[in-house]
């Protein structure tokens, strides 16, 4: 069965950095697209960004470009958020997901979800 474990979350300051892992098993990693997604408290889930099977294209929403770079390592089954710059409304919990097919930035088009990990900005 599909299983998505992200990992990497924690509480930093304003200005610092965190790099979060997704850690995927159970599927044929390189047939699908990542995507991350993060949820504040009051919220709704947004789209951060999301990744092709090759890792060769990729899309940001726009409140984290410039500042998060999303990667992948097919030969590890393990897709990376590095995020830098870190604002405290970049509090979340961040989620990793996947899909068969395009990346895009719906969440509603994301198949299997991992169980989140915590980021916190706060001094």
């Known amino acids: 069965d599909v299983q998505l474990q992200a990992s990497g979350g924690g509480l930093v300051q304003p200005g610092g950095s965190l790099k979060l892992s997704c850690a995927a098993s159970g599927f044929t990693f390189d047939d699908y697209a990542i995507g991350w997604f993060r949820q504040a408290p009051g919220k709704e889930r947004e789209a951060v960004s999301c990744?092709?099977?090759?890792?060769?294209?990729?899309y940001y929403a726009d409140s984290v470009k410039g500042r998060f770079t999303i990667s992948r390592d097919n030969a590890k089954n393990t897709a990376y958020l590095q995020m830098y710059a870190l604002k405290p409304e970049d509090t979340a919990v961040y989620y990793c997901a996947i899909r068969w097919g395009l990346a895009i930035m719906d969440p509603e088009s994301y198949d299997d979800w991992g169980q989140g990990t915590q980021v916190t900005v706060s001094s």
């Open positions: 990744i092709n099977n090759r890792g060769d294209t990729t």
